[in-house]
């Protein structure tokens, strides 16, 4: 925290009360939920653009449902988590709502019960996930955390340092079949509207992670390759993502 708190040099909620004052065409939380969710999808390798779910979701073009549904999905979960507590249960629906056309509707808000890994583009394995043995008990003990952090005072630098290791144990953790990285950052911005309020719609983390995904992905990466033996003192790059696109 007092590295995170060094290297942040501004303050981003000024930012954030100039954009809710924009002049939009369409409603402000459904204008920024749409973006998340574009951009969120598009980190995955989804191929639709944001124009064409701007004109999907609110000029009622058309397009093959193929195109729009993943993402849709997540501005389902976005549009809940507007309307939801923070919770462990709510996760778990919320990860049904965006993972509805990712996996079978067993799986759906469901824990996983079966080892993890994660598999680079050289067909390598570059991470091990959670065993699936002590994960029910690693969720509930993450979520036992976010719920203290939830309760906590905090300054803005630090509503955005715990937003983004939320979103950082979350995907190491690895709780789901498929969707984690979806969650993560849903996380993420769910603890900034539960700490910040509705101004934190305008936080766009997901953009700045697509648009900087090399450094996204690499920066996970370099806490390690197992989840026991991750060093967490080589988060700061990860952490720093979010607000340091902010910066004017």
């Given at each position: 925290m007092e590295a995170f708190s060094a290297a942040i040099d501004f303050d981003p909620l000024p930012l954030l009360n100039e954009k809710r004052k924009e002049d939009?065409?369409?409603?402000?939380?459904?204008?920024?939920?749409?973006?998340?969710?574009?951009?969120?999808?598009?980190?995955?390798?989804?191929?639709?653009?944001?124009?064409?779910?701007?004109?999907?979701?609110?000029?009622?073009?058309?397009?093959?449902?193929?195109?729009?549904?993943?993402?849709?999905?997540?501005?389902?979960?976005?549009?809940?988590?507007?309307?939801?507590?923070?919770?462990?249960?709510?996760?778990?629906?919320?990860?049904?709502?965006?993972?509805?056309?990712?996996?079978?509707?067993?799986?759906?808000?469901k824990i996983r019960t079966n080892p993890m890994y994660v598999v680079g583009g050289d067909d390598r394995i570059e991470y091990v996930a959670c065993d699936q043995y002590k994960l029910e008990s690693e969720f509930e003990l993450f979520f036992l955390e976010v719920e203290a952090a939830l309760k906590q005072e905090m300054s803005t630098?630090?509503?955005?340092?715990?937003?983004?290791?939320?979103?950082?144990?979350?995907?190491?953790?690895?709780?789901?079949?498929?969707?984690?990285?979806?969650?993560?950052?849903?996380?993420?911005?769910?603890f900034l509207l539960h700490k910040l309020g509705e101004i934190a719609h305008a936080v766009n983390l997901e953009k700045s992670y697509f648009e900087n995904r090399h450094n996204y992905y690499s920066s996970i990466r370099t806490l390690g390759l197992e989840y026991d033996h991750l060093d967490y003192s080589q988060a700061l790059d990860f952490l720093l993502m979010t607000l340091s696109s902010m910066k004017p």
């Open positions: 939009l065409p369409v409603d402000y939380f459904d204008f920024y939920n749409s973006v998340s969710s574009v951009y969120s999808a598009k980190i995955e390798g989804e191929e639709i653009d944001y124009d064409s779910f701007y004109k999907y979701k609110f000029l009622k073009v058309e397009y093959e449902p193929e195109y729009t549904k993943r993402s849709d999905d997540l501005y389902h979960a976005y549009q809940f988590v507007r309307k939801n507590e923070l919770s462990k249960e709510n996760i778990l629906k919320a990860h049904g709502i965006l993972a509805a056309h990712l996996l079978p509707a067993a799986q759906l808000g630098q630090e509503v955005f340092y715990f937003a983004s290791m939320m979103h950082l144990v979350l995907v190491k953790i690895h709780p789901f079949q498929d969707g984690n990285g979806r969650v993560g950052r849903l996380l993420e911005k769910w």
